[in-house]
């Protein structure tokens, strides 16, 4: 868990345990929630006067959501002069994408298909948080999501088990800089653990039922590769799994996390889900819910006010039980340095925040993650061509919606919009001009997190804006259309039924087509969304995300081609809702030549597939040859293929390769993300490429067995530049 950690108790853990009270044992498995007198005005009081009572009686283990340096020393003071034997508390913070720095979206990062990236911009988030005192990060949220109904999907990195668990070990070694927390870094919390990502119908709190099969095989393994690189703590789900609370689910936080997946970190709940058992009617009282999560492996509770742990009496518990969780948190503190060095430099934190080249990161990240969905030949921009540009949409000028959710530290009067970033790039070349066309009902859409104010503006008159952005569209050699889901239509308690574009955004998007510019449509969004007519009808399409606080500035970069795209789709982007859920992994089933007519109103093939995305740089693949035929079960394929970049300018390309099983214990997907690589080529350059299969990438979980298998068969292997690839080999397992 630390560079100083031996995996075993020390002699202070062990001192400290043993003076400890029952209910100052019970005190450190507490988290609260504490949003900090000094900086927001509307804190709870009573919230305030709780935490500040449980601090006086040395009950208090961890706090979370304080985020600056002098807020954490003041809170450490407190909390180690109100225990009697000094015992500090540990600082929990969200840091998803950023902190001050403030970096695109985690499905972003996973586009980028890029571990080293994800990594260093993680590693940035860390030295911010730690700098002013955060130990504990609640990420990455490793959850797979398959229902872009699901607002929380923004968080993750999409629909595919192999994908996920190199983002998910790239997020943990950047938190903890390695397997263990080193200094400058922060303990990783992977969440929510497990199947948060497949509530019904992508309701978000709602159950989730899941197949033993999809479990072990689809969402477990990025949690596995979460662990193998080192996460100190796991999350548990609000949610039901399969009809138990996860909270309160001992096979689950025992069997499976513990001794089957190997974790000997600590597991913290949810806010408040230790409470909700009794929400779930699982459980009759508070006290019965501390019992049965602390009995069910959970080590600390997260609440916001009268912790459910508060209520439980010595004699409800087993002392040993009890003193398991508490040495896990004893450790932490101590391998984190707390007990030595609980305080933080407030002048240098300063400087951290400041540090210029975390910004560059933020820019070069917003440049790896966009994906180009579309384009007809008009990206590209060329300056010379460009003397007048419409920049046009809601959010093209809205910082708040650059940076995107879940965030809450950020300096908004740094961050760059598309609006700035394009006014910036042609600065003394084109003139800019800006209508934002239509506004957003605030009465539509309810926030979980309403930091910011009216996204449209008092006095704003949709008639008026939407006339003067289809003339300043006619008016202009190109127009930039920057549409998509404001940042707080996504994330937690952001569900939505449709996947249309919000509001009137796209009759919009027809009127600028209309008046014959080209147009170019920029996404701000974490998810799918219906882009059938844009797709027909737009000439360019750029996904953007949430690209952060160098957004704009990326953006712009991208446009006009002083950067590639170069991200690739880390979902199966549906064409309507009604497709919904659609994935790539799906099964041959029945009548597999004829996957695409299983509706008879509208295709059943994606819009966009997994793995798609375009680049201003052509490549082709050839040659794709299976080094080892036949391998045994306990070996590995060796496949390669050569790669070409047939265009005049260098570029990025993320060769992918697939994986069908012809026969065996079960029936296997139609197609597997096995293997990747990114790769840069230079105008003209070829590269070979060698891709390894080994009996991990074969092996799956059978409910013919009820165990894993791994099966002497026949597979079938693709290699190119997406999921549809249809450069094709064999091999046998023999």
Request: aromatic share 8%.
């Amino acid at each position: 868990m630390s560079e100083r950690s031996s995996g075993l108790a020390s002699g202070r853990v062990e001192r400290l345990l043993a003076q400890l009270t029952p209910q100052e044992k019970l005190g450190q498995l507490t988290q609260y929630f504490f949003f900090g007198r000094a900086v927001v005005d509307d804190t709870d009081p009573e919230q305030a006067q709780w935490v500040d009572a449980a601090l006086s009686r040395g009950e208090v283990g961890s706090l979370l959501f304080l985020r600056t340096a002098d807020e954490t020393n003041r809170m450490q003071r407190l909390a180690i002069e109100g225990n009697r034997l000094g015992i500090p508390v540990l600082f929990g913070f969200d840091v998803i994408h950023g902190l001050r720095t403030v970096f695109p979206v985690p499905i972003a990062l996973a586009a980028s298909w890029d571990s080293v990236l994800i990594e260093r911009v993680q590693g940035v988030a860390a030295r911010e948080a730690r700098a002013v005192g955060i130990h504990w990060s609640f990420a990455p949220m490793v959850d797979i999501a398959r229902d872009p109904r699901w607002g929380r999907m923004v968080e993750g990195a999409g629909e595919d088990p192999l994908l996920a668990s190199v983002v998910a070990a790239a997020q943990v070694r950047g938190l903890q800089g390695g397997k263990t927390v080193t200094d400058g870094h922060v303990l990783a919390g992977p969440k929510h653990f497990a199947g948060y990502g497949a509530a019904l119908g992508g309701r978000d709190y709602d159950e989730s039922d899941i197949s033993d099969q999809q479990l072990w095989n689809v969402y477990l393994p990025p949690f596995q590769a979460a662990i193998e690189a080192g996460a100190g703590s796991i999350m548990s789900a609000y949610m039901d799994l399969n009809g138990v609370p996860a909270t309160g689910n001992a096979w689950l936080l025992i069997d499976v996390l513990r001794k089957t997946l190997g974790f000997t970190g600590f597991v913290v709940s949810d806010a408040d889900a230790v409470r909700d058992l009794t929400t779930h009617h699982f459980v009759a009282s508070l006290s019965d819910a501390g019992v049965v999560a602390l009995n069910a492996g959970l080590d600390m509770e997260m609440a916001k006010v009268d912790a459910a742990m508060g209520h439980i009496t010595p004699a409800d518990v087993d002392i040993e039980r009890l003193d398991e969780s508490v040495r896990r948190i004893l450790e932490v503190k101590e391998a984190l340095g707390l007990f030595d060095r609980p305080f933080v430099d407030e002048d240098a934190a300063a400087l951290i925040l400041a540090d210029p080249t975390h910004r560059d990161l933020a820019r070069q990240a917003a440049e790896s993650t966009a994906v180009l969905l579309r384009n007809k030949g008009v990206l590209p921009l060329r300056e010379c061509d460009v003397k007048r540009l419409a920049v046009i949409g809601p959010m093209a000028d809205s910082r708040r919606d650059t940076l995107g959710p879940w965030v809450f530290a950020y300096d908004i009067d740094e961050t760059v919009t598309i609006l700035a970033g394009l006014r910036a790039r042609l600065d003394g070349h084109a003139e800019v001009a800006f209508a934002p066309g239509v506004g957003f009902d605030e009465r539509t859409y309810p926030s979980f997190f309403a930091d910011h104010g009216p996204s449209t503006p008092d006095g704003f008159d949709s008639e008026v804006e939407s006339a003067r952005a289809v003339d300043i569209a006619q008016a202009a050699d190109v127009a930039v259309v920057v549409l998509g889901e404001r940042q707080d239509m996504v994330g937690e308690y952001a569900s939505r039924s449709s996947i249309e574009l919000p509001g009137n955004q796209l009759c919009l998007l027809q009127a600028v087509v209309a008046t014959g510019t080209p147009t170019v449509l920029v996404l701000l969004n974490g998810r799918p969304l219906d882009l059938r007519w844009a797709d027909r009808n737009v000439s360019a399409i750029l996904e953007a995300w949430y690209p952060g606080t160098r957004g704009g500035e990326a953006i712009a970069n991208l446009l006009f081609g002083d950067a590639s795209p170069a991200g690739k789709l880390p979902f199966t982007w549906p064409r309507t809702v009604g497709q919904v859920p659609l994935h790539y992994a799906a099964t041959r089933g029945h009548d597999p030549n004829r996957q695409d007519t299983r509706y008879w109103d509208e295709t059943s093939t994606p819009l966009y597939c997994f793995g798609h995305g375009l680049s201003y740089t052509r490549f082709e693949y050839s040659d794709l040859v299976v080094e080892t035929p036949e391998v045994q079960r306990d070996g590995k394929a060796v496949v390669s293929v050569d790669v070409t970049n047939v265009s005049e300018r260098a570029g990025v390309e993320v060769v992918q390769l697939y994986l069908h099983q012809r026969y065996g214990t079960s029936s296997r997907p139609l197609r597997e993300l096995k293997a990747f690589e990114r790769v840069e080529l230079s105008a003209g350059q070829t590269k070979q490429v060698h891709l390894e299969i080994g009996p991990e990438g074969r092996r799956y979980w059978s409910a013919a067995t009820r165990d894993w298998v791994l099966d002497s068969t026949r597979f079938d292997v693709w290699v190119g530049t997406d999921s549809q690839a249809t450069l094709h080999a064999e091999f046998t397992v023999l």
